[in-house]
Each structure stands twice: as C-alpha cells, then as structure tokens.
C-alpha cells in the first residue's frame, strides 16, 4: 500500500505533462503503432535514437514482456518514456501476471528515477487485443497495491470505453 492517488483522463497521452510517460512498447523497442507510433512521432528522434542504444547494449535480444526500461521523452512534456512490453492477450494462456508486471516494473523504474508523476495507457488493450474490462482491473489492482515513491498515477484513456471501463474499478 502507499499514497498514491489514481486519476483518469480521457485524452491523448502524448499531450501529458508528467514526469514519466509510459509507452505501451514492443519487444524491438523500435516503434510500432498505436501510442508507440504516438510517442516516438511527438516525442521526436531522439527518443529512437536511446532505444537503438539500449538495442547495441543490455537489450540486444530487445526487452522482455512485462519489463520496463527508461528513455528520454525528447519533446514531449515528460523528463523520460518508461517503455513497457505488454502480453500478447491469448484465450489458451493467462498472461495476466505479465500485464500486472508491465505496470509494477514501470512504476519500479519511474520510482528509481525520482519522479512523481506517471501517465499510463491501457497497455495491451489496443493492437494486443486484451479486452478493455479485464486489462483496466490489472491496471488498477496493480498499481493499488504497489509499493511505490510515485505520487500519482494517471491512466490516459484513449475513448469512452476505456474510461468508463477504468473508471469502474477507481470507484
Ligand atoms: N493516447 C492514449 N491511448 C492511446 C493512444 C494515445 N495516443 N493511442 C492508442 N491508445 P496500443 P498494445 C490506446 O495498440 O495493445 C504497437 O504497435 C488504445 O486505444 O497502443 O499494448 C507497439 O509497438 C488502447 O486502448 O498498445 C506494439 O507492437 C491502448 O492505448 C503493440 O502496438 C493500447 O493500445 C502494443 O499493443
């Protein structure tokens, strides 16, 4: 337990001003779609430029699910981008241990970092294909029950279900 405070948006999580911005990452860590696309086109090159360094070092197999790994935020209202692998959702395999760790490992490096403030997406929820629901109950569990220096927590949603779905379990 802590004292942290859990707030919602519904918004863009590139237009936050936070300490950290959480970037639902793939294992290459070099871009994708969705908030990865998002981030690395506001955020700037500079940002690629520090992930193709962790690639050359500790990450030259790319970063596991469920770790996290800090960079710059390059131009965006940010000091750095915690950049997390979210599970695949799978029907055959609970993966929900791996979702849960995306969001401790994040708060872990934010933490270590010093910084106050994290602005989190719904990792897995888009391109991964968890369903909205279940990945806001991890999130909220999660980070309830963390033991963390963070302050607040932000979840930035990106449309009305995902609110609504969040705002479901803060209540
Ligand atoms: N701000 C806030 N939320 C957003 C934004 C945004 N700008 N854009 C999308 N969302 P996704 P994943 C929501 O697909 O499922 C990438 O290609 C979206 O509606 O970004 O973890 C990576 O490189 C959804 O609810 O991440 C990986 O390959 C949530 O953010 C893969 O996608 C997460 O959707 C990761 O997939």
């Known amino acids: 337990m802590s004292s942290l405070t859990i707030t919602l948006v519904r918004g863009d999580i590139t237009e936050q001003h936070t300490d950290v911005i959480v970037n639902a990452a793939n294992s290459s860590l070099l871009g994708g779609g969705g908030v990865d696309g998002a981030i690395h086109r506001r955020g700037g090159p500079e940002i690629l430029e520090d992930c193709r360094k962790l690639r050359a070092s500790q990450f030259g197999r790319g970063l596991p699910t469920g770790k996290a790994v800090a960079t710059t935020a390059g131009k965006l209202h940010a000091q750095w981008v915690v950049h997390t692998v979210g599970p695949v959702f799978s029907r055959e395999e609970d993966r929900s241990q791996l979702l849960a760790s995306c969001y401790r490992e994040s708060l872990r ?63």
């Open 109 to 171: 490096v934010a933490g270590e970092l010093g910084a106050r403030t994290v602005a989190f997406p719904a990792i897995s929820t888009g391109i991964y294909g968890w369903p909205m629901d279940d990945g806001a109950r991890i999130a909220v569990e999660t980070v309830r029950d963390a033991q963390t220096s963070v302050e607040e927590v932000r979840f930035v949603l990106f449309d009305e279900q995902a609110y609504a779905a969040f705002a479901a379990r803060v209540r």
